[in-house]
């Protein structure tokens, strides 16, 4: 089975950037998507970004502009470069995995999530 373990998560002030990271194992699809999600206090999951089987990234409209989803074919990783960091973005952060295309908005088709990692961005 697909896992997928992410890391990078920490706590920042506004303003600065973190990177996370998604390692993923298992087997792999020939066409698949990567993407990544969060889910802050009282809310709910929410899309973030996302990488198709082509390379091409999709964002959410609060984080375009700030973020930057991209993959390590070798390392079998995808990360999401957040910049310019707002106390708006804090939130548990998951990577997710799917077949062929990643949804926006919910129903989510997301085959398998990680774990979460938590960023905290303070004002």
């Known amino acids: 089975q697909v896992q997928l373990v992410e890391s990078g998560g920490g706590l920042v002030q506004a303003g600065g950037s973190l990177r996370l990271s998604c390692a993923k194992s298992g087997r792999t699809l020939v066409r698949h998507a990567m993407g990544w999600f969060r889910q802050a206090p009282g809310k709910e999951r929410e899309f973030v970004a996302a990488?198709?089987?082509?390379?091409?990234?999709y964002y959410a409209d609060s984080v375009k502009g700030r973020f930057t989803i991209s993959r390590d074919a070798a390392k079998n990783t995808v990360y999401l470069q957040m910049n310019s960091l707002k106390p708006e973005d804090t939130a548990v952060y998951y990577c997710a995995d799917a077949t062929g295309f990643i949804r926006v908005t919910p129903p989510w088709n997301v085959d398998v999530w990680g774990q979460g990692t938590q960023v905290t961005v303070s004002s």
């Open positions: 990488s198709t089987w082509s390379d091409t990234a």
